[in-house]
Nanobody
Framework: VQLQAFGGGLVQAGGSLRLSCAAS????????MGWFRQAPGKEREFVTA????????YYTDSVKGRFTISRDNAKNTVSLQMNSLKPEDTAVYYC?????????????????WGQGTLVTVSS
């Protein structure tokens, strides 16, 4: 599956942004989808993911209650609504797709990546 992410930008702390990821490929609905991010000088880290079949969602602790992931299998898209943004959320955000269970997700195990979109949160 091929991925293209968009929707990043500059926002003030406390603001909101919505990222979207468009996928190509007939088997999109069979892929778990998610987002990682990479801040300057840091390793890529998991942010959130959603399963392909039952829509189970999982979030890293730092974004719980602020970020919401959703998917539309009919449109082959996954979205990330980010609210109450903080300067520490500043990073390049990458859309990710993989068929392995979420327990096996990590920056070195993901099979498909989008090109990344920059989110900058000013204080």
């Amino acid at each position: 599956v091929q991925l293209q992410a968009f929707g990043g930008g500059l926002v003030q702390a406390g603001g909101s942004l919505r990222l979207s990821c468009a996928a190509s490929g007939r088997t999109f609905s069979r892929y778990n989808m998610g987002w990682f991010r990479q801040a300057p000088g840091k390793e890529r880290e998991f942010v959130t993911a959603i399963t392909w079949n039952d829509g189970f969602t999982y979030y890293t602790d730092s974004v719980k209650g602020r970020f919401t992931i959703s998917r539309d299998n009919a449109k082959n898209t996954v979205s990330l609504q980010m609210n109450s943004l903080k300067p520490e959320d500043t990073a390049v955000y990458y859309c990710a797709a993989d068929q392995r269970p979420l327990k096996g997700w990590g920056p070195r195990t993901i099979g498909s990546w989008g090109q990344g979109t920059l989110v900058t949160v000013s204080s």
